[in-house]
Each structure stands twice: as C-alpha cells, then as structure tokens.
C-alpha cells in the first residue's frame, strides 16, 4: 500500500478574496482525507495591493523585468500563506514536522496559454523558510510550457472525490472563472473553463455596493436579466471552441455590462455566468447524471437557482455531495503536490490539452 502522508494545501483563487488552506492525508493516488481547514480574509489593502499586481502582469512583456508592484505583492502574499500555514497547525494542533509538504498554488496573475505564458506569484523558498516544511509550487508551468491550456488543474482530484458518485458526472467550480469536470461512467475525464465565474460580478458588485461579492445575490435579486445583453455576450466565439480551454480572470470583465442600472447588471451578470456553465453540456459526450457546484458560487442563491433552471439533471452543492465546498482546491494542491514529488501527471490530454499526460511542479526545501 501507498504511503499516506499528511499535507497541507494553499489556495488563492482568482476572486481574490482569501486563502484557504485545507489538512489532507494522501498517497497522490486513491486515498485523500480531509482533516482540519480554515479561510484567511484577505483585507482591503492586500486585495487592492494583488488587482494592481494583475494589471502589471497584464503589460508586463515575456522577459521583461518584474515590475515593483508585482514583487511587493509578491511578498504580501508569500507573508499571508506562511500565516495561514501557522494559524492552521495551531488549529489542528500539530507541528511543522508532523507535515510532509505544502501545495502552494500562489496567486494568479497573467494566464495566457497561446503565448505559453501563466504567472502564479509566491516564493515557494521564502514559504519553506518561514515555515520549515518543504514546499511544492509552480503546478502548472510544466504543462503550458508543452503547449498545454494550464487549466483547469484540479479534475484527477475529482476523479478521486467522485469514485462511489454515480456517474456520468459533472463536477462545476464557480471561482472568479467558472469551470467543469466531466467524469464519464469509465471514468475518463473532460475539463475545461465555461466562462466567466464571481470575477466580473464580485467586481461590478464592489463598484456599485462597496461589497466584495453580490452577499446573498441580494444585488442581483432586486434586478431583471437584460436579456438582450446576454444574448449578446453568450455570442462570444469562445463558447463554440471545443476542449480543452481556458480563460484569464480578465477575459469577461464587467464592462460587459456598462450602462446598466446597478441591479440589472448584477441579474445579468450572474445569468451569464449560469448560461455559460450550461453551454458546457454542448461538449460533453453523455448528459450527466448530476452537477455538484463548488466554489464561491454556491454561497450565491440567484446563482444556484438560475443553476437549477437551466441545467438538466440534479443539481447540487458540494456538501449536498459530501464534500467541503469552500476547500476543495486546497485540498487538491495537496493531493497534487503529493503526485509531484512521485513524479505522477498532474494533468492530462482531455483536461488541458497537453500531448500525454504530464508531471510539474517545484520542490523548495527549508535551508538549515
């Protein structure tokens, strides 16, 4: 039997709204265990301090020297990990050498795979010295750089997830980009990017409300759907392009909906985003069974109910499913952080496009 290590897994996601770090034990293979998790806020400074650091990426040419904003944020957000890190032993009572490795997926700041470009910040050396645990990062490097998309990245630890789920399948994550898993009844997987997630209306919510998100779609519920809007903005060609793809947090921004009075565009927003998901069934080979929702979005209830609305099958949260919704991808990049260092794939042809399955991934060691 494999050896089952316990890890834990860091996740900052494209909403920019916090780090979750998630405690799994696993072989990288076929036992993943959740234990103790936890979500640290990002407060208004570092959330502004990371926008500005995705608009440097944005101008930043391959090769050109990194811009200031981007190191300090670099920094801010190394420094906000190794705090979660500690504030999680404490939670679960261990010590950093009960902990074999981190999963430090970092931040997301240019993702671009027809350029073979994807920038995730963090310094995985600073992390392993700040907290004395070997760090695995730069997940997805390997596979851009042989031409892949780069994401989605979590669907093997679907595959893991959904082994006694009735299948087909489709396992939705609603971050700031939206994305499905299909597992098929063999257990081949499909995945890619839908559209656009929470990014543009957590946007357009924070200009219009002063709130991070659309807090209960409370925003959107006081709105109608423009459908004239959407209609235009489901004619975006990237919906008719076959898998695998994926997209950049900036891809959909919420100028989709300038003009708009403030709850129309948040009703509209958020139809998009579920109309997107279901134009996915257009490149699946069977209709699925059920789709689970994880992410951030299924905090959402306008979300989920226009979910329910324009999905076939039965549709379900994430703790519906068993599992822990506000967590999974940190749990994933812990999962995947144990396939690194066996130099298992972390992805594969039919997730993002790669020409054979493919390993990645950085080891950085604490220095004495």
Known sequence: ????????????????????????????????????ALTLAYDAGTRA??????????????????????????QVLTDAHGQAVWALLRKAGLKPADISYLGFHGQTVLHRPAERRTWQIGDG???????????????????????GQGAPFVPLYHLVLTQNVERPVVVVNIGG?????????????????????NAALDDWAHLHTGEAVDRGGRLAAAGRVNEAVLASLLDHPMF???????LDRLDFP???????????????????????????REHLPQAPKAWIICGGGRHNPVLMAQLRKRL??????????????????????????????KGLPLSLPSTTGI??????GKLHRPTA
Do not use: C
């Not at 004395?132 to 596979?143: C, H, K, Q, S, Y």
């Open 312 to 341: 076939a099958g039965k549709v379900m949260t994430a703790e519906e499913a068993g599992w822990r919704g506000d967590f999974l991808e940190a749990e994933a990049f812990a999962y995947l952080a144990v396939r690194s260092i």
């Open 1 to 36: 039997m494999a050896e089952i290590l316990k890890v834990i897994g860091l996740m900052s996601g494209t909403s920019l709204d916090g780090i979750d770090a998630a405690i799994l034990d696993t072989d990288g293979e076929t036992v993943a265990i959740p234990g103790p």
């Open 125 to 147: 050396t600073a992390l392993a010295r700040a907290t004395g645990i070997p760090v695995v990062n730069e997940f997805r490097a390997a596979d851009v750089a042989a031409g």
């Open 240 to 246: 008719l392009r076959p898998p695998p793809k994926s």
């Open 355 to 360: 020409p054979h399955p493919m390993t990645g």
């Open 177 to 197: 980009v939206a994305n499905v898993t299909y597992i098929g009844v063999a257990g081949e997987l499909i995945a890619f990017d839908t559209g656009p997630g």
């Open 254 to 280: 919420m100028s989709a909906v300038d003009g708009l009075p403030a709850a129309e565009g948040a009703a509209t927003l958020t139809a998009f985003t579920a109309a997107a998901i279901a134009r996915a």
């Open 49 to 74: 301090m990371l926008q500005d650091a995705l608009k440097a990426a944005g101008r930043t040419p391959a090769g050109a020297p990194v811009p200031p904003e981007i190191g300090k944020a670099e």
